[in-house]
């Protein structure tokens, strides 16, 4: 197995790993603001669902300004960077510090391990971010448990959903049905709104191809009407992918037959993916698992290398030097 394919499927025992992790208690915040980019930043949007539940809200700031709402709520703020140099979090960090909000960083080193924050998680290093998604996630769920928001961290369970869907999940029909068209990941639920993303975002970065991703309601109300101008390329040049929650609204259920019924003129469907699973946590993770076998699956279909992201690196390094 290839080293990064590995990283990649390693996410199992980076969530066990996280699960044996000590968090000194945080006293229980109102709200919660985690910074963080890329591969790193979509951990905040994972674990804004779980807290919802709770009632809590966690708001992800990926760029470089805290939002003004922080002034008086005063949120605990997590700033995850796998690397711990990414500027935009970095300058986020610099403000809250300003401001004397509690701060917890998590990364495998850089600066943000050298900064000084009320709490640092260390996580190993040595991966790409986006393969490092069970080390930063599972540790920010040990954080929100040591903050009293989530009752339990979900890790087990992630743990053991994931391992199954790689050792067993048959990946090959959906990289078939996917394979030289562009992916349009649609999700139906809060739940799969983050999960959407991640699929988009790992088949940008692993496949190095065009993917994007939406939401149902809510497209149905614009993107739906999409695929007519263009009918005879994106009939054959674009797919949509559905991700499904046993827990989707049932009029999403709905939409999601009607919609297909309705477009597919325009648009080929790939099957309905559906997710695995009893907590909030494992049921994203499954069908996270399952972008993780696509986007590699493409990766070797198009003979590219799924680690290297050259000009993610070329540009951080260019706005370094300016
Ligand atoms: C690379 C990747 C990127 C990084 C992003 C932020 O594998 O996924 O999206 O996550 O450039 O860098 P870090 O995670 O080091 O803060």
Not at 93 to 109: D, K, P
Not at 153 to 165: H, S
Not at 174 to 188: D, F, S
Not at 191 to 210: D, G, H, M, S, Y
Request: glycine share 8%; net charge negative; charged share 20%.
């Amino acid at each position: 197995m290839s080293d990064f394919r590995s990283q990649t499927l390693s996410l199992p025992d980076q969530l066990r790993w996280a699960g044996r992790l000590t968090v000194p208690d945080i006293a229980r915040p109102g709200s919660v603001l985690v910074a963080g980019m890329g591969g790193s930043g979509i951990s905040g949007d994972f674990a804004a669902v779980g807290c919802e539940a709770e009632g809590v809200r966690l708001e992800v700031v990926k760029g470089y300004r805290l939002p003004a709402w922080v002034e008086e709520e005063r949120p605990l703020v997590v700033a995850v960077s796998y690397s711990g140099n990414t500027e935009e979090t970095l300058a986020v960090v610099e403000q809250a510090s300003t401001l004397g909000l509690e701060v917890v960083g998590i990364s495998s080193g850089g600066a943000l391990a050298d900064s000084d924050l009320a709490h640092h998680i260390e996580v190993p290093g040595g991966n790409q971010p986006r393969a490092s998604l069970g080390y930063l996630l599972g540790s920010l769920q040990r954080v929100l448990v040591a903050a009293s928001i989530l009752p339990d961290d979900g890790l087990a369970e992630a743990a053991a959903v994931t391992a199954e869907i790689y050792e067993s999940f048959d990946a090959g029909p959906l990289v078939e049905a996917v394979a030289n068209r562009i992916v349009v990941v649609w999700g139906g639920s809060d739940l799969t709104a983050p999960v959407a993303q991640r699929w988009k975002t790992q088949i940008n970065e692993n496949a190095k191809a065009p993917a994007w991703w939406s939401v149902l309601p809510e497209a149905d109300h614009n993107e739906i009407v999409s695929f007519e101008a263009l009918a005879s390329l994106t009939s054959s040049s674009v797919v949509v992918v559905p991700l499904r929650d046993r827990e989707d609204h049932p009029r999403v259920d709905r939409r999601f037959q009607h919609t297909r019924a309705l477009t597919q003129r325009g648009v080929a469907w790939a099957d309905e993916v559906w997710s695995r699973g009893d907590g909030l946590l494992a049921r994203m993770l499954s069908l996270t698992a399952i972008a993780d076998l696509v986007s590699l699956g493409l990766a070797e279909r198009y003979g590219v290398d799924p680690e290297s992201v050259a000009l993610i690196d070329e540009l951080k390094q260019l706005l370094k030097e300016s």
